[in-house]
């Protein structure tokens, strides 16, 4: 068991022991599980996927939406600090897909390079939101 | 014995202060809670954050990164937040102090002082003060600052250390602690010290592993931690300046209560002795007609 925290600007979204986290990092996604060596990484926008147990499927892990922060892992201890982490229970799945729509349409007709990256950055950011919602669905069905 | 005239206007006034105050305290009130709630959910990540920072700081090789160059301290910046207002009991009284004690020890100890205001009291302050430099004043950002708004601030305090303009940088804020206890700290943002970090993990850094690389992971995060520190000393101020507030103003509306109490019954005194006394004149007239 390795535990977990995970912390962001609206508060403390998880605190626990776990089997495995699968973390978003900017090297590419890692698996940490119990004895990690000590790191220290920047996190990028992703899915942070949470496994409890170590017989729990793949759509039994609990998922957030991530958008970037900082790793640390240390003595069996994993600091996850991120500005927003949103679970899977949190995200609409029809907001969000109906706000991935919106990005993209920003983006398509943004015409200086500041108001593309934002609408890029929005997009990014509300393709994880849709994909983390979808998840929860595929796990119910 | 004052007249019953003058002593009806005088209650009238303090009723009209009494109403301001209370109003104030409502208004401060209702602010409070919610800058209250704001300053309590970032505030975990604010001290994790702070001790990375502290601990990163600690490691060899960060040493060269331009933020985490460690140098002889000779010129210092602070950053003071106050309150645009005051009527706000002694919040910006007791972190001016500190600023002040601060600056004057600075002196002693030959180092030059800078000082970025946020809020018009701390301005007015620091404009009277000799031998300290007001480096740039912003007003209060009102009560819901965005990160946006700070970002100049933090872009200017970066930019001067990156250049080595200044060695060391201060926030003087007022920490939230409850309702009733805020205390004026300070906190020292670059170089991030070890010693106000909340925990202590024992590992040894010569063992982790930085990724991509010490570097990238510095560029990456470093400014949206450094961020968070302003961010989070701006919540904290604004929430200890409401619950100030209210409770200054809650005791103003006490005090008017009091004062609306002792007039009163010294104007029931004044009128009930025009009364006996114009009793006795009549009784007296009464008295004289007989004969």
């Given amino acids: 068991m390795i535990h977990l925290k995970l912390v962001t600007l609206s508060g403390v979204k998880f605190d626990g022991d776990v089997h495995e986290v699968v973390l978003p990092t900017m090297t590419g996604q890692i698996g940490v599980l119990t004895d990690h060596m000590p790191l220290i990484s920047a996190a990028t926008a992703g899915i942070i996927s949470i496994r409890n147990n170590p017989k729990d499927t793949d759509y039994q892990m609990e998922h957030f939406a991530t958008f970037g922060g900082v790793i640390e892992v240390a003595s069996n201890n994993i600091r996850v600090i991120v500005d927003e982490a949103d679970n899977s229970s949190e995200i609409n799945e029809a907001e969000a897909k109906k706000a991935l729509d919106l990005a993209i349409k920003m983006k398509s007709e943004s015409k200086d390079e500041i108001s593309l990256e934002r609408a890029q950055k929005l997009v990014d950011r509300n393709s994880i939101r849709l994909q983390v919602a979808q998840l929860k669905r595929r796990s119910r069905s | ?291």
């Fill in chain 2, 1 to 291: 014995m004052a007249s019953t005239i003058a002593l009806k206007r005088r209650i009238s006034s303090v009723k009209n202060t009494k109403q301001i105050t209370k109003a104030m305290e409502l208004v401060s009130a209702s602010k409070m809670r919610r800058a209250q709630e704001n300053a309590k959910k970032s505030r975990e990540y604010q001290e994790l954050a702070y001790s990375l920072l502290a601990r990163l700081s600690s490691i060899k090789e960060v040493d060269e990164h331009p933020l985490f160059e460690k140098r002889k301290v000779e010129n210092k910046l602070y950053v003071s937040i106050t309150s645009n207002s005051g009527l706000a009991g002694a919040y910006n009284a007791n972190s001016l102090k500190i600023l002040g004690k601060s600056i004057l020890e600075d002196g002693k100890n030959k180092i030059d002082s800078k000082v970025i205001t946020i809020g018009k009291k701390g301005a007015q302050f620091v404009r009277r003060l000799s031998g300290v430099e007001l480096f740039s004043v912003y007003p209060a950002f009102g009560d819901n600052p965005t990160p946006n708004d700070i970002r100049p601030i933090l872009n200017t305090i970066l930019a001067e250390y990156r250049e080595k303009k200044v060695d060391e940088i201060v926030i003087i804020y007022t920490k939230y602690k409850s309702n009733l206890v805020q205390e004026a700290s300070s906190l020292s943002l670059l170089p991030a010290s070890k010693d106000q970090s909340t925990e202590n993990l024992d590992y040894k850094y010569e063992f982790t592993n930085f990724e991509p690389s010490v570097e990238g992971v510095l560029d990456s995060i470093a400014e949206r931690l450094l961020e968070v520190q302003l961010w989070q000393c701006l919540l904290e101020s604004l929430a200890s300046e409401h619950s100030m507030r209210m409770l200054a103003m809650k005791n103003a509306s006490d005090n008017a209560n009091d004062i609306i109490g002792d007039l009163t019954l010294e104007f029931n005194t004044a009128r009930q002795a025009g009364i006996t006394r114009e009793l006795a004149e009549i009784s007296g007239g009464v008295e004289a007609l007989k004969d």
